[in-house]
């Protein structure tokens, strides 16, 4: 898959590339991701890419002219047209689900904006999706480009040493992981400082259960509009719907 990123810092890309376990990925293009630096498309000496805003105001826009001619360029290079994402606050929010489905796909070509935003002519012709991190605002989209391109590289075959770490990951059945212990087996004398015994039992139905009872309690308090999507998308047992009940929950 590939991923071309317009952006005014593509060197805020390059220590994400060549770190952590998702490198292998990138420097293999399995995942393959091309950075176009904004300025090297803007036609006058000072590389201009913004202006004053029509109306007033505070702040600067991205003009048109050079994000469509970066555009161009991005366009001329792919083999297929991939579907431009913009990083806003108006966008969906980007979920798990979402991630997956951009997991299997061909790949995009990421927008970050900067300033006080960009032409919304720019937006109207050529934005096929926008997406936000959340109800937040940042500098520039190019944190939320590195966000998916982590989330969506982690799934892709290969990238994770083991091949199951993803399908227990938060949000991927829909709940909250469980929690996760380690060594040593007590940090200290009271009862929460040791790890829970069922894990250390070697009795992987008893495991398994305990996890899942786990992930229902910590997602119930935690993020209790998940059970609630969960129950109506029909994601929960009747043992799971007990196990809540026992609890109050």
Wanted: proline content about 6%.
């Amino acid at each position: 898959m590939r991923f071309d990123v317009l952006t005014l810092f593509p060197e805020l890309f390059e220590p994400f590339l060549h770190s952590g376990v998702t490198r292998r990925a990138y420097e293999s293009r399995q995942v393959d991701v091309r950075l176009w630096p904004l300025r090297d498309f803007a036609e006058d000496n000072y590389r201009r890419v913004d202006d004053r805003p029509y109306g007033g105001g505070p702040g600067m826009v991205m003009l048109v002219e050079p994000l469509e001619r970066a555009l161009a360029a991005v366009r001329v290079d792919q083999a297929e047209r991939l579907p431009v994402i913009h990083f806003s606050p108006a966008g969906a929010p980007m979920t798990q689900a979402r991630v997956r489905e951009l997991a299997e796909g061909p790949g995009a070509v990421l927008l970050c904006g900067r300033y006080e935003g960009i032409d919304h002519r720019f937006i109207e012709r050529h934005v096929d999706e926008e997406i936000s991190l959340g109800d937040f605002v940042l500098s520039g989209g190019e944190l939320p480009a590195l966000a998916l391109l982590d989330a969506v590289t982690r799934l892709q075959p290969g990238v994770l040493n083991d091949a199951a770490s993803h399908q227990q990951d938060s949000f991927s059945d829909g709940l909250l992981d469980c929690p996760h212990y380690s060594r040593p087996e007590k940090l200290g004398a009271a009862a929460a400082d040791a790890v829970p015994e069922v894990l250390m039992s070697g009795h992987h139905g008893r495991i398994a259960r305990w996890r899942r009872e786990q992930q229902l309690l910590v997602t119930a308090r935690r993020r209790p509009d998940l059970i609630t999507a969960a129950r109506a998308a029909g994601g929960l047992s009747a043992a799971d719907e007990r196990w809540l009940r026992e609890n109050g929950l």
